[in-house]
Every structure is written in structure tokens, then in C-alpha cells.
């Protein structure tokens, strides 16, 4: 079955700096990409996904690459502010069918220093 | 985007007894629903997929007698935590995928603690 790494499981950035998770995955028949956010006690959020037919996608502050051949996927988030302080979970799944289950990966918090 | 509505938000329960969680989809029939469970500052793990008018397809590693999970609707999965111990306080999430443009969508959450 599929399984999602992510890296690093703390993240501490400056106010302003860009921040960058990364995560691999090892079936090769994943093909969606989604991101949540998590606050304390919340259910996930989706803030990006991309799908493997494309590199790279960006939304504002928020961008996602894909590397296929390497099967790794990497979350940008620039320019940050303290409300993007949260967990953050990558994950992966086949968008084939509705029944295709999505694993996440292991979580990175992240916190904004002021 | 499809709304997910799960029940209740938080459960105390004394060990022995049994707590049922609900999940429904409002506006989106979901022949097919994820349970996952979420110990603190842990990821979300997949507990089992709950399939309408069949079987729920469980993870390794988790009890299907313990937890069972019904799927009698297209809008309604429940899981039912028997025989509670304190172990299996945890955050309870469920997830509907609601097509292939709008991804997966998730309950609110249930926070069930084992006294």
C-alpha cells in the first residue's frame, strides 16, 4: 500500500520567510496530491492539491511542486504570517475512483516567529 | 464544496460502554466514507473505508469487532466504539470525497474520552 513521508515533523520560521515541507511517496499509482492545514482541535483544511499531470501550482502564498520520476512533493508557503502557524499534513491518493482512500503523511508544525 | 456534518463534537464515556459517532453527508451521496483517528500531535491514520449497503474494508492492525462501522445510506456512516477503554481516547474523523474536483471533505471531529 501507499505511504507518505514528510519532512521535517517541527518547522520554526521568521516572520516574512518562506517555509517548505517536503514529502515522498511510494506508489507509483498515486496520481492527487492534496495539502491540509490543521488547527488545535480542527478538523483538516484543504489549502492546495495538484495532480500528477502537473509540476507545479500556486495559489497567492501557497505553492505546491511534484516531482514524479522522484515521487516526492514539496509545499511552498511564502511571505509568512503568524496565521499560518498550524499543522500541516501532506497526503496521496488515487483519484480513480471515490473509493480511493488517502493516506497522510506523519504532520509538520509550523510556527511563525513574530 | 460538499458539507460534512459529524456527531457529536465531543463524548466522555465510562470504560465498558459503547459510543456511536455519526457522519453525514448534507448535500453529497457518498457510497463511499473514510473513518480515520487522530492521537494528539500524531497524523491522521485510516482506520477503515465504510462502503453503502456492504462491508467496511478495515486497516490492518485495527479490530473490526471492536469498531464498527454501518453504512446503511448514502448520507450516513456511523462508528461504533465498543466496549470503550481508555486507550482508545482519540479524535475521530470521518471523510467523504466528493468527486474528483473537489477532493475529500472532512467532519468536524469527535473528541471521545474514556474515563
Known amino acids: 500500500g501507499e505511504n507518505v513521508e514528510q519532512h521535517p515533523s517541527t518547522l520554526s520560521v521568521q516572520e516574512g520567510d518562506s517555509a517548505v515541507i517536503k514529502c515522498t511517496y511510494s506508489?507509483?499509482?498515486?496520481?492527487?496530491f492534496p495539502w491540509y492545514k490543521q488547527e488545535l482541535g480542527k478538523r483538516p483544511q484543504l489549502i492546495i492539491d495538484?495532480?500528477?499531470?502537473?509540476g507545479e501550482k500556486k495559489d497567492q502564498r501557497i505553492a505546491v511542486t511534484l516531482n514524479k520520476t522522484a515521487k516526492h512533493f514539496s509545499l511552498h508557503i511564502t511571505e509568512t504570517q503568524p496565521e499560518d502557524s498550524a499543522v500541516y499534513f501532506c497526503?496521496?491518493?488515487?483519484?480513480?475512483?471515490?473509493?480511493?482512500?488517502?493516506?497522510f503523511g506523519s504532520g509538520t508544525r509550523l510556527s511563525i516567529r513574530p | 464544496g460538499a458539507v460534512v456534518s459529524q456527531h457529536p463534537s465531543r463524548v466522555i464515556c465510562k470504560s465498558g460502554t459503547s459510543v456511536k459517532i455519526e457522519c453525514r453527508s448534507l448535500?453529497?451521496?457518498?457510497?463511499?466514507m473514510f473513518w480515520y483517528r487522530q492521537f494528539p500531535k500524531q497524523s491522521l491514520m485510516l482506520m477503515a473505508t465504510?462502503?453503502?449497503?456492504?462491508?467496511?474494508?478495515?486497516e490492518q492492525g485495527v479490530e473490526k469487532d471492536k469498531f464498527l462501522i454501518n453504512h446503511a445510506s448514502l448520507t450516513l456512516s456511523t462508528l461504533t466504539v465498543t466496549s470503550a477503554h481508555p486507550e482508545d481516547s482519540s479524535f475521530y474523523i470521518c471523510?467523504?470525497?466528493?468527486?474528483?474536483?473537489?477532493?475529500?471533505?472532512f467532519g468536524s471531529g469527535t473528541r471521545l474520552t474514556v474515563v
Open positions: 506508489d507509483s499509482a498515486s496520481n492527487y
Open positions: 497526503a496521496a491518493s488515487q483519484r480513480s475512483s471515490s473509493a480511493s482512500k488517502i493516506i
Open positions: 495538484i495532480r500528477s499531470n502537473v
Open positions: 465504510s462502503n453503502e449497503g456492504s462491508k467496511a474494508t478495515y
Open positions: 448535500d453529497f451521496q457518498a457510497t463511499t
Open positions: 471523510s467523504v470525497r466528493t468527486g474528483a474536483n473537489y477532493g475529500y471533505t
